[in-house]
């Protein structure tokens, strides 16, 4: 395979994440299990089929499975020029939720992966000086907390991390904890608030990590870690992406790209919950149309970026990836969520994890993109909507939905 490596290296679009893994990370098992192979999809008639990791937990069929849609925002802040109105797009994402209910009536709600240095100031790891510190932003997480969003730690200096020890690791966990749990005494203090003693979910920046990070996310007892990605596996078509699982064994979404040669191996984290990056899927071409998209649209994604796999049409399920790197207009996103949903609804109901950047919906956001900020809202909303019409749908924070697979409960 030659495409995926590039996959990887841009998930979140920066090539100067080109290290390799010659420097990487101390390993010491090799779980470089292979992926399934190919042969395995031509026999598959998902939900019957299943992996063992694939099944719904508890031995539920997954027709008695709530599924559930996460939507997990990154950063979240202002650095100088680089996220101008990330104020104003979270405040679009409150409002967002805020009008939605789930099927059963209870409030939709996401969480938001804070890098606190966006919003307490201090140095940034994008080495271009420091961000200034900015209550309003502050008032904003604090508000997304109080409205029922999870708050999660997304390092304080959004450092690039594939040679980071242990101990840095833990040092920027620690300093963002500081933020997201600091007391607030006044309507300027530079902190959440959060209970110090509730544990948060982690992500690494650039969806950059060694082995140390998840050393360090287990000596700082984070609830789960959401850096992995999954469902590159050629036998995974998206009815049967893996349910999230934990790294006691490894991650066989990490062992792909193991295989590919862009990560090293991990040692085992026993006992750490693992809820990946799971890839979006295009839909293909004998259902473009269906989808409100002209035929083709794997190839013109090819054309755009060459390492898309035009015979899988998978793509990192981040929202950079669609709007940045793959230049998707708005049509062409709410197409591609739609059929990565519709495979779910129709195989294991695996949980659908999304990637997101609230600074993306802001009015100026700073890259060039082919979609209009009206419509990559547009999209975002025309897709909640979309899933919430089905009565099986749980629009949730990530950490709901591990709080659901450590005690399922059938619909
Ligand atoms: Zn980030």
Request: aromatic share 10%.
């Amino acid at each position: 395979m030659t495409h995926p490596v590039p996959r990887i290296l841009l998930a979140l679009g920066l090539l100067s994440l080109l290290l390799g893994c010659g420097g990487a990370p101390k390993t010491t098992t090799a779980e470089t299990a292979a992926p399934t192979p190919a042969s395995e999809s031509a026999v598959c008639n998902p939900p019957a089929c299943l992996l063992p990791q694939a099944a719904p937990p508890g031995g539920l069929d997954p027709a008695s499975v709530p599924m559930f849609v996460a939507l997990g925002f990154d950063d979240n802040g202002v650095v100088g020029d680089k996220t101008p109105g990330a104020e104003e797009a979270m405040s679009w994402a409150l409002a967002m939720f805020g009008a939605r209910k789930n099927p059963d009536g209870t409030s939709t709600a996401a969480t938001f992966y804070l890098t606190t240095s966006y919003g307490a100031g201090g140095e940034t790891g994008y080495g271009d000086g420091d961000a200034q510190a900015n209550p309003a932003v502050i008032r904003m997480w604090r508000d997304l907390h109080a409205a029922g969003h999870e708050i999660g730690n997304h390092t304080h200096t959004h450092p690039h991390g594939t040679e980071m020890t242990v101990a840095q690791w833990r040092s920027e966990m620690q300093r963002a904890a500081a933020v997201l749990t600091g007391a607030v005494g006044s309507e300027d203090a530079l902190a959440v608030g959060l209970d110090p003693n509730q544990p948060v979910g982690f992500r690494t920046p650039f969806l950059e990590y060694n082995d140390n990070t998840f050393t360090a996310v287990r000596q700082e007892g984070f609830a789960y870690d959401c850096s992995i990605e999954e469902g590159y596996q050629s036998g995974q078509d998206g009815t049967n992406f893996l349910w999230p699982y934990t790294l006691d064994e490894g991650s066989p979404g990490h062992d792909v790209q193991v295989s590919w040669g862009s990560r090293a191996p991990l040692t085992r984290h026993p006992g750490l919950y693992e809820m990946p990056v799971y890839v979006f899927i295009a839909p293909p071409d004998e259902l473009c149309e269906q989808y409100g998209v002209p035929q083709g649209l794997r190839d013109r994604l090819k054309q755009r970026q060459d390492y898309l796999d035009a015979a899988d049409g998978k793509i990192t399920g981040f929202d950079y990836n669609l709007w940045a790197l793959f230049q998707m207009s708005g049509d062409e996103v709410l197409a591609t969520l739609k059929y990565t949903f519709d495979m779910r609804m129709k195989g294991n109901r695996a949980p659908f994890l999304l990637g997101m950047h609230s600074d993306m919906y802001a009015a100026e956001y700073a890259e060039s993109l082919a979609a209009t900020p009206q419509e990559r809202r547009a999209a975002i909303e025309k897709f909640l909507d979309y899933a919430l019409s089905h009565p099986q749908v749980r629009v949730v924070p990530v950490r709901d939905v591990l709080d659901w697979i450590k005690s399922p409960a059938p619909l």
